[in-house]
Nanobody
Framework: QVQLEESGGGSVQPGGSLRLSCAAS???????????MGWYRRAPGKERVLVAT???????KYEDSVKGRFTISRDNAKNTVSLQMDSLRPEDTAVYYC??????????????????WGQGTEVTVSS
């Protein structure tokens, strides 16, 4: 009932910047609330790891390797989350996935708790 649509990503040289954005929308029913929302990434041959997350009251956590380089932000009114990535390194190369822990209201008025995911967007950092 909920979809997350990502934009941004691409290829950049080391030291460069990229911005990822993600918008959540209801396919049926409506979104009542989004608790934490953020980004995971999966590097080639590795497991998916949490990169950055923000709660609805703006508490933030970052994975250690991105602290000071990545900045997460969200707009609760628009159900969006963004990730500004600066000073990119080759080891940041990965597929980045937006996620949200969402409370949705179905078309029949029922409450549904979901962990929803975006389709993934590729980030390549290479000279």
């Amino acid at each position: 009932q909920v979809q997350l649509e990502e934009s941004g990503g691409g290829s950049v040289q080391p030291g460069g910047s990229l911005r990822l954005s993600c918008a959540a929308s209801a396919v049926s029913g409506r979104i009542a609330r989004i608790d934490d929302m953020g980004w995971y990434r999966r590097a080639p041959g590795k497991e998916r790891v949490l990169v950055a997350t923000m709660t609805s009251d703006y508490n933030i956590k970052y994975e250690d390797s991105v602290k000071g380089r990545f900045t997460i932000s969200r707009d609760n009114a628009k159900n969006t989350v963004s990730l500004q990535m600066d000073s990119l390194r080759p080891e940041d190369t990965a597929v980045y996935y937006c996620y949200g822990n969402i409370l949705a209201i179905g078309s029949s008025g029922e409450y549904i708790a979901l962990k929803s995911w975006g389709q993934g967007t590729e980030v390549t950092v290479s000279s």
